[in-house]
């Protein structure tokens, strides 16, 4: 059927086979599909909403997808073209989106990949075109960590939202491991803003402009003096033969103190070896 609109209920598609579509749509063109709460459950391919077949031009809004069972993905798109999917939370399905058919094209505008440590939301516009699978290997949120092949998923790679759930810091911050490798560094504006950290509840939020891997650590803390005394063997004398010693008062983070004498902006120490106490 076409040019219907599907609004504002909470379907449970739920069955002990297989294929359990939470919304279907076959040969059907025109329709809106807005404010859903979508469920699905069996044990395989059930997925939440599932285009097939000339199922052209529908318009997806606001709706909240989860699915149960293996291959089971929030949005199938297979041989459709030109759906558009505005405001999606995929909430923790099996899988994320599968799309096939050489030539088609759907559009997806604020959509959110939600997991249980945290999500990925994509406040922009993306198109998936083409045969692409978004699966849990290819864009993977655990525990502290949000990732997103980039090679594999071109399109997504842009910028998004990364929020981090359970992080147990003080001041948190997001490293970055470019190239997905497991060097992890600091990552500052602009590739990655921080938006909001709540130390009670533990969320972290931050953007990004491109992708790769990110996570978050403690920020080192800065280093501080509040004061240096330098005293002389004799301060009433005005010469050059003194024996200098400089007395720091109240550093703060700091794991040792070391002082490099300098002239003219030149270090003229022989040997700078500091020793810890007791070491």
Not at 14 to 30: H, K, M, T, Y
Not at 110 to 138: D, K
Not at 198 to 211: E, K, P
Not at 236 to 247: D, G, I, P, R, V
Request: proline share 3%; glycine share 8%.
């Amino acid at each position: 059927a076409n040019n219907n609109t599907i609004a504002n209920n909470t379907i449970s598609a739920r069955g002990s086979l297989s294929f359990n579509f939470g919304i279907s749509v076959e040969a059907a063109v025109g329709n809106n599909i807005v404010g859903n709460n979508i469920s699905t459950n069996g044990t395989s391919g059930n997925n939440g909403i599932d285009l097939v077949t000339n199922a052209h031009n529908n318009s997806f809004s606001s709706n909240k997808i989860t699915t149960g069972g293996t291959t089971s993905y929030g949005i199938s798109i297979s041989g459709s073209n030109g759906s558009s999917f505005v405001n999606t939370i995929l909430s923790n399905p099996v899988e994320w989106i599968l799309t096939s058919g050489a030539g088609f094209a759907s559009n997806f505008t604020n959509t959110t990949f939600l997991a249980g440590n945290g999500s990925i939301r994509f406040p922009g516009n993306f198109t998936v075109n083409g045969t692409v699978a978004v699966t849990r290997t290819n864009l993977n949120i655990t525990y502290n960590r949000s990732y997103i092949n980039s090679t594999a998923l071109r399109f997504m790679n842009t910028t998004a939202e990364i929020t981090l759930l359970g992080i147990n810091f003080t001041n948190p911050q997001p490293i970055v491991a470019f190239g997905d490798s497991a060097s992890f560094a600091a990552c500052s504006a602009p590739q990655c803003n921080e938006i909001s950290y709540n130390s009670t509840s533990g969320i972290f939020v931050f953007n990004v402009s491109s992708f790769t891997t990110y996570s978050s650590q403690e920020t080192p803390l800065v280093p501080t003096i509040q004061q240096v005394i330098l005293n002389s063997t004799n301060p009433a004398t005005n010469n050059t033969n003194q024996n200098l010693t400089a007395f720091i008062i109240n550093a703060t983070n700091t794991i040792e103190n070391i002082t490099d004498w300098r002239r003219n902006n030149v270090s003229i120490a022989v040997l700078n070896m500091p020793f810890e106490t007791n070491q």
